[in-house]
């Protein structure tokens, strides 16, 4: 079975080249491919049009605009997001406990990080169950 079949998994990535890789490799594992937007608008369009998002991976910077509006509207969805980033820089306190990937980054690393984090929101819900 694919790592990450059945999920719905939005990618909001600038660089059409990464973009196209990172859906080629996530469709191969089996997800859904929400996007890829290269922009806020876009992304901020289908955050708000998809009836189903399971996680999402973010470039911080796009295009110098910071893709933090769609982090927020991620987070009220209660959806589990990854960064994407060339930078070092610090992130807003408030994005802490979001993990973030160094790009470049290859397929199988990226897919196991979102494995984790999927898995992560599971034992979550399982133990607010319990």
């Known amino acids: 079975m694919n790592a990450l079949q059945g999920q719905h998994l939005l990618l909001v990535e600038d660089d059409w080249?990464?973009?196209?890789?990172?859906?080629?490799?996530?469709?191969?594992?089996?997800?859904?491919?929400?996007?890829?937007?290269?922009?806020?608008?876009?992304?901020?369009?289908?955050?708000?049009?998809?009836?189903?998002?399971d996680a999402a991976l973010l470039d911080i910077d796009l295009g110098g605009v910071m893709s933090f509006p769609v982090a927020d509207a991620l987070r009220a969805r209660d959806v589990p997001l990854l960064f994407l980033t060339v930078h070092d820089s610090a992130l807003p306190a408030t994005y802490d406990g979001v993990r973030r990937c160094r790009k470049p980054i290859g397929a199988l690393e990226l897919i196991e990080h979102l494995v984790a984090e999927l898995r992560h929101r599971i034992d979550d819900a399982a133990a607010t169950t319990h």
């Open 17 to 53: 080249s990464l973009a196209a890789a990172l859906t080629e490799a996530l469709e191969r594992e089996g997800a859904e491919v929400i996007g890829p937007c290269a922009d806020l608008r876009a992304a901020l369009d289908r955050v708000g049009d998809a009836p189903r998002i």
